[in-house]
């Protein structure tokens, strides 16, 4: 189909896109030393003429996005969207990731990835999985003593060369999300909660566009030398607790909130591990949304990381959770997938309840149980010095099962 562009004049497209998709058009257009407007001109006029109909594309939190096209173009575009009966939102997305897979680049970066530790139930640990996972992605393997690396993979027959592997996989960007209003991943680390009223991931969730502060300058490094300068975090805010009435009267699509607020850190990190609330709101719908499996990424990428203890009430909670992820997946038609379950403060001398219930959750054969881990003492020093685990004490037990976990992530 031609398109009326030869002239040298423009004119501005003012619409919206997701924040992922803007962020992917940004980094390729950079990558491929092109400008933004040039993108999405040839995208658009691909786009117009494509011979078949191209697939949705998720447009949920799609903010205002604005460039320059060729006098005549955005009128044929639009006219072209009515014909073809999708809304200017749809069809702008369609060209953009049309563009995108039309102009790859050799040894492209992989999508940030998003780990989400959660379980309806309070009390399991999720605290201090978040904390030893993302230390452990944030560590540079090469610097492991031999007491501290974990016997787990090793032991394993022709392992050796798949650690290699895995190991030049570790030492990442980090930045781990105190999701949780109580705040308990911020304390540890000896950090106060951002007071009311403050700019917070909150405030960027519900309010952005009064937000004055970007999200990273409210990131804080965990200084540790072990960690370089590649572990951070997002501290809890102090009116956290308001989000699920927040999100409610929410004009946007709430279940894209944390996704929308979250694309700005996206590009500063490889992985990104939330600490989630012992909740079944709304909130932890976003969650749960944001670790979806993003089109183009990889299977075991992103998704939840699920804390249980070898109880009965542990079960129950994770049914809950099940439940809840099952509506979502149903109602938005997403992929989320379970990483695998991590078994914490497991005393076998509990008897025959800890014993029986541990062999209940290894013989759910998927997800995974991605490590049993013991209720010991090193954990609890650590959070009374609030000191990193990995830093307080990197050859405990404890410290060993979170490099497993990680490696078993990876």
Avoid at 23 to 52: C, F, M, N, Y
Wanted: hydrophobic share 40%; charged share 25%; net charge negative.
């Amino acid at each position: 189909m031609a398109s009326p562009t030869s002239g040298g004049e423009r004119e501005k497209l003012v619409s919206k896109l997701p924040a992922p998709l803007r962020q992917a058009l940004k980094v390729r257009a950079a990558q491929l030393s092109t400008d933004v407007q040039d993108a999405v001109t040839d995208g658009i006029q691909a786009w117009r003429a494509h011979p078949e109909p191209l697939p949705t594309v998720d447009t949920a939190g799609a903010e205002s996005f604005g460039t320059w096209l060729p006098e005549g173009l955005y009128d044929a575009f639009k006219q072209d969207c009515v014909t073809r009966e999708v809304s200017y939102i749809q069809g702008l997305a369609q060209a953009v990731a049309l563009w995108l897979a039309q102009n790859p680049v050799g040894d492209e970066a992989a999508p940030t990835r998003r780990i989400i530790v959660c379980n309806q139930k309070g009390g399991v640990g999720k605290t201090a999985v978040t904390a030893g996972l993302a230390q452990a992605l944030a560590e540079d393997p090469s610097e492991l003593t031999p007491a501290e690396k974990p016997s787990e993979l090793t032991d394993e027959p022709g392992d050796a060369a798949s650690m290699a592997e895995v190991a030049a996989r570790l030492g990442l960007r980090v930045l781990m999300v105190d999701y949780d209003p109580q705040g308990h991943l911020s304390h540890q680390l000896g950090l106060k909660a951002i007071p009311a009223g403050a700019d917070s991931l909150i405030t960027h969730m519900l309010n952005r566009e009064q937000a004055k502060t970007p999200l990273l300058d409210l990131t804080v490094a965990i200084d540790e030398a072990r960690f370089g300068d590649r572990l951070r975090i997002l501290p809890a805010a102090f009116d956290a607790f308001l989000l699920d009435s927040g999100l409610t009267m929410f004009r946007g699509p709430r279940h894209a909130a944390l996704e929308r607020a979250l694309a700005q850190l996206e590009e500063h990190f490889d992985v990104i591990v939330i600490d989630c609330p012992p909740s079944l709101g709304l909130a932890m719908d976003a969650a749960i949304y944001y670790s979806r499996r993003r089109d183009g990424e990889k299977p075991g990428s992103s998704g939840l990381v699920i804390t249980v203890e070898a109880e009965d009430t542990s079960a129950q909670a994770y049914g809950m959770l099940i439940n809840q992820v099952g509506s979502l997946t149903s109602d938005y038609e997403i992929e989320v997938e379970q990483l695998g379950l991590v078994v914490n403060k497991y005393d076998s001398r509990r008897g025959y309840i800890a014993t029986s219930s541990l062999d209940k959750w290894r013989s759910l054969g998927s997800p995974s149980v991605l490590a049993v881990i013991g209720d010991l003492k090193e954990q609890r020093e650590a959070v009374r010095l609030q000191r990193a685990l990995l830093a307080y004490a990197p050859e405990s037990d404890q410290a060993k099962h979170m490099r497993t976990i990680a490696r078993r992530l990876t």
